[in-house]
T-cell receptor
């Protein structure tokens, strides 16, 4: 079955550490996205990529970095520069920008 | 910047009652999408509307896209406990044509 796999499901990080969240899709989708969701809040766009080796900043890109070396993979690094990284991180993909998004099951990141 | 607001933020209904959530954009949208997120889960795509004034139905769910393509609504007839979750609208619009998510409406259904 096709889908998006995010790992790990839960992640604990010490302050000052960088962590990388994995996102892999086998849907052959061109576009991939990273969103952040805080408790009781909506989704805020961090980064998105519409094609391999190209990506754009979303609304809250500061303190985050991404890469898109393969069509299937879009990892997100949460750097120590991100002041409030504790959140639920969701990866999504779509066939092209104007189609419905398929979301992964998310990674809950907690800074301890 | 472009904003998409939803009302109400929260709705508590008795099972069997109807429910409606409204979505309003500050700019004209090229399309509107609706997603459902169960508690502790991830958003799941429900539907996309593209045409002005379009109405689509999925069983007990009715989706509308406004004539001006700046607002939308989701109506659930005779709610069930399985309808519990947060409903998000999302629209493409503006110069970048990014998908902007609404603020969401949390629906609680009491059996």
């Amino acid at each position: 079955d096709g889908g998006i796999t995010q790992s790990p499901k839960y992640l604990f990080r010490k302050e000052g550490q960088n962590v990388t969240l994995s996102c892999e899709q086998n849907l052959n989708h061109d576009a991939m996205y990273w969103y952040r969701q805080d408790p009781g809040q909506g989704l805020r766009l961090i980064y998105y990529s519409q094609i391999v080796n190209d990506f754009q900043k979303g609304d809250i890109a500061e303190g985050y970095s991404v890469s898109r070396e393969k069509k299937e993979s879009f990892p997100l690094t949460v750097t120590s520069a991100q002041k409030n990284p504790t959140a639920f991180y969701l990866c999504a993909s779509s066939l092209r920008g104007a189609y419905g998004y398929t979301f992964g099951s998310g990674t809950r990141l907690t800074v301890v | 910047g472009q904003q998409v607001m939803q009302i109400p933020q929260y709705q508590h209904v008795q099972e069997g009652e109807d429910f409606t959530t409204y979505c309003n954009s500050s700019t004209t949208l090229s399309n509107i999408q609706w997603y459902k997120q169960r508690p502790g889960g991830h958003p799941v795509f429900l539907i996309q509307l593209v045409k002005s004034g379009e109405v689509k139905k999925q069983k007990r769910l009715t989706f509308q896209f406004g004539e001006a393509k700046k607002n939308s609504s989701l109506h659930i007839t005779a709610t069930q406990t399985t309808d519990v979750g947060t409903y998000f609208c999302a629209g493409h619009g503006g110069a970048t044509n990014k998908l902007i998510f609404g603020t969401g409406t949390l629906l609680a259904v009491q059996p």
